[in-house]
């Protein structure tokens, strides 16, 4: 079986970072003594994950200055330059040494999720495309007032908390998946799922028991550098033996008291797709 290659996916501006993101890339920034990306990258090279693209674009030159060839990191890492901003998903169309599936990641990605496990999971039930998820908890700071489109009170919620999936910017795609991105097409990849689901592809999400934290707002990235400093082994460490709690999210059986994603949402096949 051949060699998953990773893809990192760290061309963004990070402008919900300034001013730190003014003076180097968001993968860059450090918790504790570390840029978030080598993190990332240690993490790789203890899943045996050693094959890596690096799609750069805004101060991409820090990042190979950094990363060089990943020798350091027990890595081989390429990298793929875009000349002009390509979405979350557009950079895939200028990578050329494709593996069957590819890891594509989010480069200020800060997680304990065994990447091993969701390629598994991912060959197992033949997906085209899968996601990582992770259950997050939006508080609204607000009394929140129901009412009918003539303004009549229908209820009130005081602060009230609402659950959802969302993604962790962990996702394995097939090669086939790949296909429905053009060399310098723009796309992010919300699209990109919706277009494969929508041209007949198989969608799986997936989530197990880890921790992940969004680094991509300033008091998200002050409460990830003191969860790195408090809990820096955990993130550098090999993964351990999987939970057995963890489980994908439409796996028969389930518990129906547990959160489960929402199905994507029926938009018009795009253009191309058989109907």
């Known amino acids: 079986m051949e060699r998953t290659r990773t893809i990192i996916l760290a061309g963004g501006k990070g402008t919900r970072l300034r001013p730190l993101t003014t003076v180097f890339p968001k993968p860059l920034v450090p918790l504790g003594n570390k840029p978030v990306l080598e993190i990332l990258l240690r993490r790789l090279a203890a899943s045996g994950l050693v094959d890596v693209t690096i799609c750069t674009g805004y101060l991409g030159e820090l990042i190979q200055a950094v990363c ?23 950079p895939l169309g200028l990578i050329r040494q494709l593996t069957d599936p590819l890891l594509v990641l989010n480069g200020d990605l800060l997680t ?22 992770f259950p997050r908890e939006v508080k609204i700071d607000f ?6 489109p003539e303004g009549e009170f229908q209820g009130y919620l005081e602060k009230p908390s609402y659950h959802y999936e969302v993604s962790m910017g962990v996702n394995v795609i097939s090669r086939k998946a790949v296909e429905h991105v053009r060399v310098g097409e723009r796309l992010d990849m919300p699209d990109l799922v919706l277009r494969v689901n929508q041209c007949g ?3 799986k999400c ?3 028991t880890c921790q992940w934290l969004d680094i991509g707002r300033m008091d998200d990235y002050a ?5 790195f400093c408090r809990n820096d082994t955990v993130y550098l460490e090999p993964p351990s033996a999987p939970s057995p709690l963890s489980f994908p999210l439409d796996e028969p059986g389930e518990d129906p ?19």
């Open 257 to 275: 008291d547990e959160r489960v994603a929402r199905p994507l949402p029926l938009l018009p096949l795009p253009a191309g797709c058989a109907t």
């Open 112 to 133: 304990t999720l065994d990447f091993r496990r969701i390629i598994q999971f991912h060959r197992e039930t033949s997906a085209n495309f899968t996601l990582a998820v």
């Open 223 to 227: 409460r990830a550098q003191d969860e």
């Open 206 to 208: 997936y989530r197990e």
């Open 143 to 148: 009394g929140v007032i129901r009412l009918d």
């Open 68 to 90: 060089g060839d990943g020798h350091k990191f027990g890595l081989k890492i390429e990298y793929v330059t875009e000349e002009e901003p390509l979405g979350t998903a557009g």
């Open 201 to 203: 592809g198989r969608v």
